[in-house]
């Protein structure tokens, strides 16, 4: 992108979203990292995006344009230094500016930079006080508008103690930084000054407690926090003023190794963007969700997680069914050379076609719940392997069809002008008739069909065959007689290879759905502790967090709100063991779920070896 674009806009009450920006961010299929600054108008916010994009301009400075349109301004880069990832930089405008109209909808554009960001910076002027932590009342108006569950809360349950699964990374900025950094004469870092201005006052006096709000809300719902300071930019008020044309040269030297670090920090430490359970997001994926949320609150609703996941699990699981099946059609028909000697060649690349669709299927869908999607993809997979296996027999049976024609026109020619209807023609013609058989058999690459076409092609000379054997003058009647009889015995045995063909290929299907069935469940089941591990993971994590939080609320003398925190790290524990009791028995019952579904579809799998399809499902477990 060459500039900025409004993504959100806030203007006369009402959120909309910029369907030029929402095509550029739904053209991305890479990974994003997103990162978002907030913070009071007129505070450096555009400056330091832009120096994030390594440009003096871009995101309009305040100085510049009077006017800018309010709501959220997106530039997507590529990555500096992740590679196939893109850079999503999201400015916000106008926040807590009366003059830009009305502030109504400050708190969705708050809420919004934090559901759409991996990285959430908020900036501030001077130092962190308590005008600064008042200015943070978005934060705790967060809690009313992001929800996580769709259905209601257990009693007692507070939702926003899940916030932290699902909340971007926090880094607080302060420009123009006055102060030294030193607690009681004590060198600190900036870090250890973010979270000694966090630290919650004594007393119990609303005044004080509304006072800790913003600040027991930034502990609670961004564990991962980190603080930046910057001194001025320039002593010289006239540059302040316009500093998109102030050359690096002309800032302050300390200033430039600030926003260098900052930067360089952003780079290698901003997350790519995700959904609990380790879902990726990407441009597109992003792009949806902004629709979801935008559409839920002008709907005069409150987002939900759980919803957005699930109404973007609505598009991308087709999506993944037909990006798996696209894949599989492209792969056999570049793989499969037509005609196959065997049914079993063609299948061997079906399996290992198949396996790929899989992946594919498995790494670009989530929450298939209840495995609809899976299904749905094995069913069009069976059909085009279905397909495949047609074609393969219509190219042989054409192939072997043409070439008997070819071979057999002379021997229809002398038929039909009669030259073996002379004393002895019978031996001629079987003479012919060996020699087509035999130019047949050494012709390559017929087929699957080769045998069954040559029975038939033998089959249709059988009258006139018997009408030059009755007729031929040479032969006794005795001798007649034995031919006709070898005849029909030959032609009985060629049925009953045609017979013993047709069942080993049955065989051969039944064994593919056999492996269908089972690269179905050992991806399924793959995929399931993969899932799992990462949300054991993001649980352990919120595990761990909440328990230095406690810690830390303990040592400041807090017991009691350390003491509630307790309730919570007990679900968190709960959850944490039912995921790891599902892993250790293998998942069976969601594999079995999908077992039952399979057995219709691929009902050689279950007439296989003769077992049943629960204990199919253990034997993977
Ligand atoms: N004092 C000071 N001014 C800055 C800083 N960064 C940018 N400015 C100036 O402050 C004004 C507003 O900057 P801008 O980035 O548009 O602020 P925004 O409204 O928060 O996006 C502009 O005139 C900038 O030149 C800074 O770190 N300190
Ligand atoms: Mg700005």
């Not at 913003?214 to 961004?222: G, M, Q, S, Y």
């Not at 001194?231 to 800032?251: G, I, M």
């Not at 026109?409 to 019978?426: C, M, Q, R």
Request: aromatic letters at 8%; one cysteine or more; proline letters at 3%.
């Amino acid at each position: 992108m060459e500039a900025p674009i409004c993504l959100v806009e806030n203007s006369n009450d009402e959120l909309k979203v910029n369907p030029k920006a929402l095509q550029i961010l739904t053209s991305i299929d890479k990974p994003v990292v997103v990162v978002a600054i907030v913070g009071l108008y007129r505070t450096g916010k555009s400056y330091l995006m832009n120096r994030l994009a390594g440009k003096n301009s871009g995101f309009s400075l305040g100085s510049t344009v009077q006017s800018e349109t309010k709501g959220i301004w997106m530039w997507c880069l590529p990555h500096p230094s992740k590679q196939d990832h893109v850079l999503v930089l999201l400015d916000t405008e106008g926040l807590g500016d009366v003059e830009k109209g009305d502030p109504k909808n400050d708190s969705w554009i708050f809420a919004l930079a934090v559901l759409l960001s991996s990285t959430f910076v908020y900036n501030s002027m001077n130092t962190i006080n308590h005008q600064a932590l008042e200015q943070m009342q978005y934060v705790t108006e967060l809690t009313k508008l992001i929800k996580i569950k769709s259905s209601p809360n257990v009693v007692g349950e507070e939702e926003s103690e899940e916030f932290v699964g699902f909340f971007p990374d926090f880094v607080w900025v302060v420009r123009d930084f006055t102060l030294e950094l030193k607690i009681d004469g004590r060198p600190i870092t900036s870090d250890e000054y973010l979270e000694n201005a966090l630290k919650l006052s004594k007393g119990k006096n609303p005044r004080v407690e509304m006072a800790n709000l913003p600040r027991e809300c930034i502990r609670k719902f961004f564990p991962k926090r980190k603080c930046f300071t910057f001194d001025r930019p320039t002593n010289d008020k006239s540059l302040l003023a316009h500093l998109e044309d102030v050359p690096e040269s002309q800032l302050e030297a300390s200033f430039r190794t600030q926003t260098d670090y900052f930067c360089s920090y952003i780079f290698s430490n901003a997350k790519p963007k995700t959904l609990s359970g380790g879902i990726m997001i990407n441009g597109n994926r992003l792009g949806k969700l902004l629709e979801t949320y935008v559409k839920t609150i002008s709907s005069g609703d409150v987002p939900c997680l759980e919803n957005a996941v699930l109404s973007l699990a609505q598009t991308e699981n087709p999506a993944a069914v037909q990006k798996a099946a696209q894949h599989y059609v492209e792969q056999m028909a570049l793989k499969v050379d037509f005609p196959t000697e065997t049914l079993q060649d063609l299948l061997s690349i079906h399996t290992e076609c198949e396996k790929e669709a899989l992946s594919i299927f498995m790494k670009h869908s989530f929450k298939d719940d209840t495995h609809k999607y899976q299904k749905d993809l094995v069913q069009i997979l069976e059909t085009e392997k279905y397909g495949f296996i047609r074609q393969n027999e219509e190219v042989s049976t054409k192939y072997c069809q043409d070439q008997l024609e070819h071979l057999s026109w002379s021997l229809k020619e002398a038929i039909s002008e009669g030259t073996f209807s002379v004393p002895g023609g019978y031996n001629i013609y079987r003479k012919e008739r060996e020699e087509i058989i035999n130019n047949y058999h050494q012709l390559p690459r017929k087929g699957l069909k080769a045998d069954e076409v040559l029975q038939r092609f033998l089959e249709s000379l059988a009258v006139t065959e018997d009408s030059i054997l009755q007729t031929d003058q040479a032969l006794t009647e005795q001798e007649k007689a034995l031919q006709a009889e070898q005849i029909k015995r030959e032609a009985i045995e060629k049925k009953n290879e045609l017979l013993k063909q047709e069942q080993v290929e049955m065989q051969q299907n039944m064994e593919a759905q056999q492996r269908s069935y089972e690269e179905n469940m050992n991806q399924l089941k793959k995929k399931m502790e993969e899932d799992t591990n990462k949300l054991l993971e993001e649980k352990n994590m919120m595990l761990e967090s909440k328990l230095k939080e406690q810690k830390q609320l303990m040592e400041e003398g807090f017991q009691k709100k350390a003491e509630e925190m307790e309730k919570t790290m007990e679900d968190l524990q709960t959850k944490i063991k039912v995921a790891e009791k599902n892993k250790s028995n293998g998942f069976c019952q969601f594999l079995d779920a999908l077992g039952t579904l399979l057995m219709v579809l691929l009902p050689g799998a279950g007439k296989f070896v003769g077992l049943g399809l629960k204990s199919l499902g253990n034997l993977l477990s």
